[in-house]
């Protein structure tokens, strides 16, 4: 069993800079994948970035390549991401999550087994 919480979120004006956290206790495989997933209402979870646990690949979408960063740190058990030049389409909650990699369904939402409770993001122009 994974537990994970967020954590960084906040308001930020359009340009500006915001780092998430998210801390995980628990069992992390060797194996696992990490990401940040994104959601605003009535609209589907959308994937941002992920990260694997062990070797440190990397993979963001398109809208936040170049401007975000996803990174871990082994020893204690944390995610970050740090988001730059912010948009105010950036505005959501965003959400951690953890389980198995798969090469090429590390943007699938249904990967995760584990979730954070999320941290909302405001950005304003």
């Known amino acids: 069993q994974v537990q994970l919480v967020e954590s960084g979120g906040g308001l930020a004006q359009a340009g500006g800079s915001l780092r998430l956290s998210c801390a995980a206790s628990?069992?992390?495989?060797?194996?696992?994948?990490m990401a940040w997933f994104r959601q605003v209402p009535g609209k589907e979870r959308e994937f941002v970035a992920a990260?694997?646990?062990?070797?440190?690949?990397?993979y963001y979408a398109d809208s936040g390549r170049g401007r975000f960063t996803i990174s871990r740190m082994n020893t204690n058990n944390t995610m970050y991401l740090q988001m730059s030049n912010l948009k105010p389409e950036d505005t959501a909650i965003y959400y951690c999550?953890?389980?198995?990699?798969?090469?090429?369904?590390?943007?699938?939402?249904?990967?995760?087994?584990?979730w954070g409770q999320g941290t909302q993001v405001t950005v304003s122009s």
């Open positions: 999550a953890a389980g198995i990699y798969s090469d090429n369904n590390y943007y699938r939402p249904a990967l995760y087994a584990y």
């Open positions: 990260i694997h646990w062990t070797y440190g690949n990397t």
């Open positions: 628990g069992r992390i495989f060797s194996n696992y994948a």
